[in-house]
């Protein structure tokens, strides 16, 4: 028996194929038939998806999670961390390796696809290790992750500080045609830090990291990946000299990409004030003039990827002083808002978006979706751009409630997620506007 | 609105500090009777927390406790149930379920009172918290000085070593600026973030910095900075930024010398001037039970919330919001 799915009356936002306009979207068996002008009748025998007033676009594609199992289930499991994404309206997530054990060999690796296929949402891509145990020592069994279905390798949360064996992981990674995610910080400079240095870390009598931590070691990267024409990609940029490195050397033709979390294009260090836990994450809230560049790179495509870095902790973990608080925010259920305000803060057009959280994380990571492209896996997010709502970290699907914006007033929200043809997550209509029938 | 915990002097007006340092001084006349106590606190409980070292600002609140006849508990994190593991939030609540009626705070970590007083039924003290505030020391200073010279007007003060470091010099920023004082910032550019000018002028150059001032503050050098390349050795620190008697000449005549102890002697204070003529470094120590009766006075007894109830705005500085 065959399954139809026509979702009708929105606006196709559809960046690979340069769509932006009205149309109706056809769904047979899990892949997108039709793409055309508005006008299709709802045949017998096909579910009707009504997209009035809303964009339909490729399902959002998060780059970077973390969804702490194996290892850490008490702060998000696979199916809960699963189903924040299918909220907030990604149909695919790629999660990174600082699990318990670490995700440094084909086992783990297969027992995070085996729990990601059990929870049946959205689809779940293991990021390896570079390093076994991400000690930053010796080079994790790559390939053996790779025939497992690992999408790139990253040490994330911890620096590679050796440049012999980044230059090593950048060439070996090649191999696969796989991308090695960098995590930018010079623990020499970071020295211990606990947010960005200046002003405000002065004032509040905290530690800081100086931006130079981040550039100097996105520097290197560069400049490795062009000695060994491997592919890097700089995760969560913060400064805004990590921009410009990033900028010159795509002018110059190096293979870098660059990713922007939600909250490094929306918040400054003056959030940590009062000793907010919150606001404490690394790389670290920086200044205006870093969020401006951020906003910039993101604009002008230097930074390819909007990311939300989801990273759940428990309450206990930041109901603590400042210094002992671990880093990291829940992002997947407020990613899709915050890049939404960025189309009037930052006059950012909703493609270059879109582009930015389906199109480019599906190239870097060579994963299905990222298009509305026919044949294509009909993943799919649709987004009321209008939909107005308060964030209530208390209803979060993640297990974790860590987040700096909480009782913020949003706007834009996913109302459908569509994974293969299948409706995984669909928004309580109240507050929806809705056109009467 | 009254205030309720002091968490630091950052945002005081000048005015609240003055109201402040005239409770303070209207103290101080009770440790020099015979008899050094006054029933004001009687029945009510202080407990000190002490997460850090401290000799000076331990004593010197439990002395203020005791001369208030408040009865005082102190612990410290080598010989409390911190060294089982247990976090500063649980270690909180079991003290405030004990119904204390103020608690005294020193912690390693910057914020940690502020995080407490967001969470504990009972006013917060700040003892000095890592490198961000502690104000108690700050207003002693300033009481020193008014005592000293008589006005806080016009006053001109160099602020000697470890800004970076230091909560020490955060407060008396905070409450110098307040009052309209003109503050220089001298220490190594290691130890002076580039920030600072913001808030002050800064130099490394010892004998500009403390020309023609009225007040020298010198700071402690922690020793284990001497590892962490802030400085090559402290010999070499002394040579550059130790207040000898040279640099005290460049000062103004009548000038006063602090320091909030402990000191290093011969490393940024020599000990001719630390014992000298100019040093009112015991005097600070005299007026340290003085404020801190006064901080006790205004944050434990009720008197100010009756106070405010009775005149909601003629009374009663708000030194912080009641958090929540």
Known sequence: MSSRLLIAGGTVVDPANGVHASCDVLVLDGEIVEVAAPGHGAGSGVDLLDATGCLVVPGLIDMHVHLREPGYEYKETIETGSRAAAVGGFTAVACMANTNPVNDSAAVTETIIEKARAANLVRVYPIGAVTMGLQGEQLAEIGEMRRAGIVAVSDDGQPIMSGELMRRALEYAGMFGIPVIAHEEDRGIACGGVMHEGAVSLRLGLKGVPSAAETVMVARDIALAEQTGGRVHIAHVSAAGSVELIRSAKARGIAVTGEASPHHFTLTDAAVDGYNTNAKMNPPLRCESDVAAVRAGIRDGTLDVIASDHAPHHRDEKDVEFDAALNGIVGLETALPLALRLIAEADIPIDTLIRAMSTNPARILGVPGGSLSVGAPADIAIIDPKRRWRVDPAVFASKSRNTPFGGWEMEGQAVATIVGGRVVHRATISGRRRKSA | ?324
Request: proline share 5%; aromatic share 4%; charged share 25%.
């Open chain 2, 1 to 324: 609105m009254t205030f309720r915990h002091l968490l630091g002097l950052e945002g005081m007006s000048c005015e609240e500090i003055l109201y402040l340092l005239d409770t303070a001084a209207s103290f101080r006349e009770i440790s020099e009777r015979e008899i050094k106590k006054v029933p004001t606190l009687r029945g009510k409980t202080v407990v000190g927390v002490f997460y850090e070292a401290s000799t000076r600002t331990r004593v010197s609140f439990e002395i203020a406790a005791k001369r208030m006849s408040a009865d005082f508990v102190s612990l410290s994190a080598s010989t409390s149930s911190v060294t089982k593991g247990e976090t500063l939030l649980d270690t909180a609540r079991n003290l405030a379920a004990m119904r204390p009626d103020g608690i005294i705070l020193r912690h390693p970590s910057s914020g940690a009172p502020h995080f407490l007083a967001q969470r504990v039924e009972c006013p917060i003290i700040n003892a000095g918290d890592g490198a961000h505030e502690h104000p108690t020391q700050a207003l002693l200073d300033l009481l020193t000085i008014r005592e000293r010279r008589g006005s806080l007007d016009d006053l001109k003060v160099a602020i000697v070593g470890d800004i970076l470091h230091s909560r020490v010099a955060r407060s008396n920023l905070h409450a110098l600026r307040a009052l309209g004082a003109e503050v220089r910032l001298i220490g190594p550019p290691t130890l002076l973030p580039r920030a600072l000018r913001e808030w002050a002028a800064v130099t490394s150059d010892l004998a500009e910095g403390v020309r023609g001032v009225d007040v020298i503050m010198t700071l402690r050098i922690q020793r284990e900075r001497q590892g962490a390349n802030y400085f090559p050795s402290l010999d070499e620190y002394s040579r550059y930024f130790c207040l000898n008697q040279a640099a005290v000449r460049l000062a103004k005549p009548d000038v006063l010398i602090m320091h909030p102890g402990p000191i290093n002697r011969g490393i940024e204070i020599a000990s001719d001037v630390a014992d000298g003529p100019y040093s009112v470094i015991m005097d600070q120590v005299t007026n340290g039970v003085a404020l801190r009766m006064a901080v006790l006075y205004l944050l434990v007894s009720g008197a100010q919330q009756e106070a405010s109830e009775a005149q909601p705005v003629a009374h009663a500085p708000r030194l912080r919001r009641r958090a929540g």
